[in-house]
């Protein structure tokens, strides 16, 4: 099942949904402190030789910002 909602990527691959990073966030990712930019769509023909993982690693408290 492939995923149609807009996310956003930081370089080291964390990645938040549309929503969170924008109005949570701010922009800047929680584990690494980068920029929180667009995720990428990897063309058709390019997932047929090169799927997208099936491996999901959440965090148990979810979408949060660094209170401190």
């Not at 990527?9 to 964390?14: G, L, R, V």
């Not at 402190?33 to 148990?60: C, F």
């Amino acid at each position: 099942m492939t995923c149609r909602l807009p996310a956003r990527i930081c370089t080291y691959e964390c990645t938040f949904c549309a929503n969170c990073t924008d109005n949570r966030l701010k922009g800047i990712c929680p584990n690494c402190g980068g920029e929180l930019v667009r995720r990428p769509v990897r063309p058709p023909v390019r997932l047929a030789s090169h799927p997208a993982s099936t491996k999901r690693v959440l965090k148990p408290a979810g979408c949060q910002a660094d209170s401190g």
